[in-house]
């Protein structure tokens, strides 16, 4: 059995693929826009259903198996607020016949602690001040990206951290619940991740590289699952595994960390999968 993971070098080929900007914000999604005034599918999430590094995002791979217009929206450290913020978006969504919508992770979301940026989610916008009580020793305003913070706040003292993990899943699913209700048309809400949602967390990783969508476990996938029409499961399987690429391998991992992002094979089995939640949604 081939292994769930590999390491590789970035693939170059796909570093600049094809864009177009959509919604208020003119925010930077993958592919082309498709003729939104048929029929069509929304593909709404993060950087994996952006799907940086594949030829062919399982967006692209799930319009080819259907036969219908699919829009990625994906993009970079999306959580559920980038779409609630932005009407156009928000309004397109509930326009397509199904929505999919992948599960991101849960520190891509404002909460008591700390605020993230309007457009792009993985980076902080500001700390509260009980952020700061709780974590005196650290200075946030050190770091702009969310995870690199979430990581030394949790090396520092990993039983501090349970408040903190408390706090981005409970308004992660506040969000999430609230995003659910406003998207106003079928739903299948996508599970794209190395593990399955009841699994720990890899103690060999470190909090530098939680496995997507970091922070978000069973409970709270079987807490949405009322809100939505289908859900889908996408985890590797044999050879179908995710990639772990270096952004920059010419940089040690200590000084830049990983990021894991899935490979084609596990793009097009979550398409093959998705395809038949639709199939069964729309007949």
């Known amino acids: 059995m081939v292994s769930r993971m590999s390491i590789e070098p970035p693939a170059r080929a796909f570093d600049k693929p094809e864009t177009f900007r959509f919604g208020r914000s003119r925010q930077i999604f993958r592919g082309t826009l498709p003729d939104l ?42 959580g559920p607020t980038f779409f609630l913020k932005d009407p156009v978006l928000l309004e397109t969504l ?17 909460n008591r602690l700390f605020s993230v940026r309007k457009r792009r989610n993985e980076r902080l916008q500001s700390v509260a001040q009980m952020l700061r ?31 903190v993990e408390h706090e981005m899943r409970e308004a992660w699913l506040a969000r999430m619940r609230e995003l659910l ?57 044999g ?8 952004d920059r391998p010419q940089l040690s991992a ?10 084609q094979e596990l793009h097009d089995l979550a398409a093959a999968r998705v395809a038949e939640a639709v199939g069964a949604l729309i007949g």
Not at 191 to 201: D, K, L, T, V
Not at 239 to 246: W, Y
Request: one cysteine or more; a neutral charge; aromatic letters at 8%.
């Open 254 to 263: 200590e000084l830049v960390p990983a990021r894991l992002h899935p490979g």
């Open 181 to 237: 209700d406003q998207i106003e048309t079928r739903k299948v809400l996508l599970w794209f991740a190395q593990r399955r949602p009841e699994e720990e967390e890899p103690p060999e990783l470190g909090p530098m590289l939680r496995l997507p969508p970091a922070y978000v476990g069973r409970d709270m996938v079987e807490a949405l699952r009322p809100l939505a029409d289908a859900v889908v499961e996408c985890v590797p399987d």
């Open 239 to 246: 050879g179908a595994g995710m990639v772990l690429r270096l």
């Open 133 to 163: 009580l709780l974590y005196p020793e650290i200075d946030p305003d050190g770091f702009r990206f969310v995870h690199r913070m979430l990581a030394a706040m949790h090396a520092t003292d990993p039983v501090r951290f349970r408040v």
């Open 37 to 78: 005034s048929g029929d069509f599918l929304a593909c709404a999430g993060g950087t994996e259903t952006f799907g940086r590094f594949v030829a062919r995002p399982w967006p692209a791979a799930l319009s080819a198996r259907l036969g219908m217009a699919a829009a990625n929206f994906g993009t970079s450290g999306a």
């Open 94 to 110: 509930s326009r397509a016949r199904v929505c999919i919508l992948q599960l991101t992770p849960a520190w891509a979301t404002s």
